[in-house]
């Protein structure tokens, strides 16, 4: 049997007209955009063809996309950027407590460099209030960086009152649409969004690519210092196969979205009730219906996520956890705690994320597997006996 | 990430469970760190003739309860006392180093126990 793949937030395959569309570049194309010649135009055509791509697919123009290695550069350019080209303007930059490492740990690097912070909270669903963002705007803020869709537990944000908010106070706004991407219409003018960040390998797309809108006029420095490519925006020889790419995965991802949207909110609500019907003391976390499409996102109480983790993938099933356990840390999930989720309860989480490849019986397969694991674990777990013991009394 | 013996033993951990009437129980570890284990034992002739454990943990924190338990059996108080969560380690051919300080705690819930045991007979 081969693997059910049920992690598309980590990321997803290269969808084979991408592949098909990207191969010429690697091979007879291979010319360098910079140069003169009939092989570097053709590359230069290609890579403004895609950057054409990428601007319609979020409603903006063509110059107002500069490509990247991926989620984290955009990200990190967009609040480094944007912080040091207006320190004369303001020294303030509001995010939220469950943001993408990308951005809250440049934010914790900003802070070092003397500029203040306000990360804000969210609530048990893991949605941003827009009251709070307004009672955090000082005189001073000059960046407001707030995801599109939470890449952990799915959540997606009232984007377009925040940029409206944005807009009142004259402050730059950055959203994170790595996740939403491709699930969500993205509209740039309709959001009041400045900046906005985007992957190419969450949208079946390659990796190491991406890019970063940056409405005409925001003050901004670049991360790098270099040549001319990208008008300086972002030097470096252009990565033209992966772009080439970026540009086919967000013109099928336009194509592809409604199809996509409806099929995998179908097996995601088949996983989800399968789930909280079939295993006691499980429950789902981030909101019930302002949540990505293929987003499902559980707590099995007494037990921990990596034990669940690994021994779903002795089954043939490849999921991801907030566990502290795979991330490396003592800390559990920083999205969960910020939903105030207690810690115990956060070590036992599990994510799954559905995609194009996935089938009903991939799903049944998983609520056939999945009890019997969690159970295993359970009757280890001196947490599970405790707690039958109260429920007994 | 993990050696081939670690998933062995957390795949098919031996002695789960808690002995009835134990003669010592030890816990350490909190579920805020994700790592709890309860080993209870049995003692005769200063021997330990019977070790269980459940655990709330990672691959990590089960496997090492295992062997704990298994390392254990047969051994006087004294011997039992001189077990390490490094010889747990070692004799799982090792862990990976993030583990080594927050699941590796099975040496530590034996000697909980064994010191449990010790305070009731005297």
Redesign the interface.
Known sequence: MGTIYLDHAATTPVHPRVLKAMLPYLQEQYGNPSGVYHLAREAKKALEAARERVAQFIGAQAQEIVFTSGGTESDNMALQGVARANRGRGNHIITTSIEHHAVLDTALALEKEGFSVTYLPVDEYGLVRVADLKKAIRDDTILISIMYANNEVGTIQPIGDIGRVAREHNIIFHTDAVQAAGYLPLDVNRDGVDLLSLSAHKLYGPKGVGALYIRKGTRIDTLLKGGGQERKWRPGTENVAGIVGLGEAVGLAREKMQERGARLRHLRDMLIAGVLGGIDFARLNGHPEKRLPGNAHFIFE??????LL?SLD?EGIAGSSG???TS?S?E?SHVLLAMGIP??LA?GSLRLTLGDGNTEEDIKRVLAVLPPVVKRLR???????QNAEVSNC | MYSAKVMEFFLNPKNIGEIENPDGVGEVGNPRCGDIMRITIKVEDDHIVDVKFKTFGCAAAIATSSMITEMAVGKTIKEALELTNRSVADALDGLPPIKMHCSNLAADALHAAIRDYQKRSH
Do not use: K, Q, W
């Open positions: 007494f037990i921990e996520g990596e034990s690994l002795l566990s502290a356990c490396g003592l559990p810690h115990e070590h009757d280890m777990s001196p947490l599970y006996s």
